[in-house]
């Protein structure tokens, strides 16, 4: 069983053919990782899912969710039946607090979990009144994954929580991301493979284009030459 569908999908943008005929599914539980050395289409298969592909892209193939077939969808209807999204820029509203960010974030006819977000990230109660632009790259990380857990979601699609981080920092987010993942799916582009052998127990890579791999991630990050070939580095180190 799966809880999002992947099928034949292709993206050309501005003339580029980015995705070409990627198919995949996800687990209805636990953490896929969707992996690939950059520029390869791991964000671009995250917007063509959510429909945010710049206008003028060309699109085909299929997307389920929770088997409903959900293609060229509006992203606001995506998201009000529980898909929910952390983007590469995290996209927190600099001038606005902490608090303020978070209220914008509330859905109508459901009820804020503040006390899950204020749970797995403190932080974010003590600063509330402080203005989002001014917090540390980790604590605008962690307001931007904060957000999307205020919500129900059937599944989230996180891209590069810890890029840029400090090791301390990058911890703090996997352990977040590990308890949230209990309880909802996460499909999740992650380049720290100690954070992906922690977190996933399946991966999908992305070469060219197209899937390379599609299974267990431990046979991936076990296997030294596959993971150099496909990504360019070495075997994982477990993450502290």
Do not use: C, W
């Not at 969710?65 to 590469?88: I, N, S």
């Not at 503040?114 to 540390?136: C, D, I, K, M, N």
């Amino acid at each position: 069983m799966t809880v999002l569908d992947i099928a034949g999908l292709d993206v050309r943008i501005a003339g580029s053919h980015i995705l070409q005929g990627v198919t995949f599914g996800v687990a209805p539980q636990g953490v896929t990782a969707l992996l690939g050395r950059n520029g390869v289409g791991k964000t671009t298969t995250l917007k063509a899912v959510l429909g945010l592909l710049p206008r003028g892209a060309e699109l085909a193939g299929e997307v389920r969710f929770a088997g409903q077939r959900v293609t060229r969808q509006p992203t606001f209807r995506l998201v009000r039946d529980g898909l929910g999204y952390v983007p590469e820029d995290r996209g927190v509203f600099g001038g606005l607090t902490v608090a303020e960010n978070l209220r914008l974030a509330e859905r109508s006819g459901a009820a804020p979990d503040y006390e899950r977000v204020y749970g797995l990230f403190p932080e974010l109660q003590r600063r509330g009144r402080q203005r989002a632009g001014t917090l540390s790259g980790g604590q605008q990380q962690m307001l931007a994954i904060g957000r999307v857990l205020l919500n129900p979601n059937r599944l989230l699609l996180i891209d590069e929580p810890t890029k840029g981080l400090a090791p301390k920092v990058v911890g703090e987010v996997a352990a977040a991301l590990h308890a949230v993942a209990q309880v909802v799916p996460m499909l999740l582009v992650e380049q720290n493979l100690a954070v992906v052998r922690r977190l996933a127990q399946d991966a999908v890579v992305i070469a060219a284009g197209k899937v390379a791999y599609a299974g267990a991630a431990a046979d991936l990050l076990d296997y030294t030459e596959k993971t150099k070939s496909l990504l360019g580095v070495g075997k994982a180190d477990s993450a502290s």
